[in-house]
């Protein structure tokens, strides 16, 4: 099964080609240039380096989110795009999910200071002071995802019972002293690897297990309204406000 997979979550993103599991090529972006210019240009660069046809791929595989909204739109409308094309399903991967399963191999190496069974927080920037915060266990999602300020999760942290000694993401790379503040024994993975390598896994595995996903089927992974949405909701609640001191004056 060969996998073509984009992330677009972050500025720089990435995008892997994979081959019955077996990763054929990893490719950082440049932050420096939008999605919007590089794609899908990068895609085919990465292809023809490889001597792969678009027509070859098996399976594509996309970032769902969470991430930036213009970033998420970019990435899956490209890649539906390919999909609908070439008649292949497509598969949509949480980023958080694919951070956990890019940092894992991270872990083995440092056998005193995590044990298998140690909760992973992956963190991921969202801006405006706030993360999209996931926890995971060996096995399962222990909280599932959510957008907060770093320091309420902690706090809430602190008062529950979850506790995640390893954090993983960029928003736990930006929120480090934050974190280590709170938890005296943290650790804090880095470098954050590219994701794509492990969404085209979780793709293939998904396929494996569920069967293919139609280009259309996917859905963007926002966890945080958009701010057109909300800008929506002030501009109705104002108009509410503005009604009813009307229709109090009236009385």
């Not at 907060?148 to 706090?155: C, E, S, V």
């Not at 929506?232 to 109090?248: G, I, N, P, Q």
């Amino acid at each position: 099964m060969l996998v073509l997979a984009l992330d677009t979550t972050t500025r720089q993103g990435s995008i892997a080609l994979t081959r019955d599991g077996a990763l054929l090529a990893t490719y950082v972006g440049d932050a420096a240039i939008t999605h919007g210019e590089r794609l899908p240009g990068d895609l085919v660069q990465v292809l023809d380096a490889h001597g792969v046809r678009v027509s070859d791929v098996d399976v594509f595989a996309v970032a769902a989110g969470p991430g930036s909204f213009t970033g998420l739109r970019i990435g899956i409308a490209t890649m539906q795009g390919l999909a609908l094309a070439n008649e292949k399903p497509l598969v949509g991967v949480s980023a958080l999910d694919a951070i956990r399963q890019a940092v894992s191999s991270a872990l083995s190496p440092q056998p005193s200071a995590l044990s298998p069974g140690d909760e992973v927080a992956v963190w991921m920037d969202a801006q405006r002071g706030q993360v999209f915060s996931a926890v995971y266990g060996a096995r399962d999602v222990v909280e599932a995802a959510l957008v907060d300020k770093p320091a309420d999760i902690l706090r809430r942290w602190a008062h529950a019972r979850t506790h995640p000694r390893a954090f993983a993401g960029d928003g736990a790379i930006a929120y480090r002293d934050l974190i280590r503040a709170a938890i005296a024994d943290a650790v804090i993975i880095e470098p954050l690897p590219p994701l794509a390598p492990a969404i085209a896994l979780a793709a293939a595995a998904h396929v494996g297990e569920h069967g293919a996903s139609a280009p259309d089927a996917i859905r963007p992974i926002y966890i945080r309204r958009s701010d057109a949405e909300l800008a929506r909701d002030r501009k109705a609640d104002l108009e509410v406000s503005t009604t009813l001191d009307r229709s109090s004056a009236d009385l």
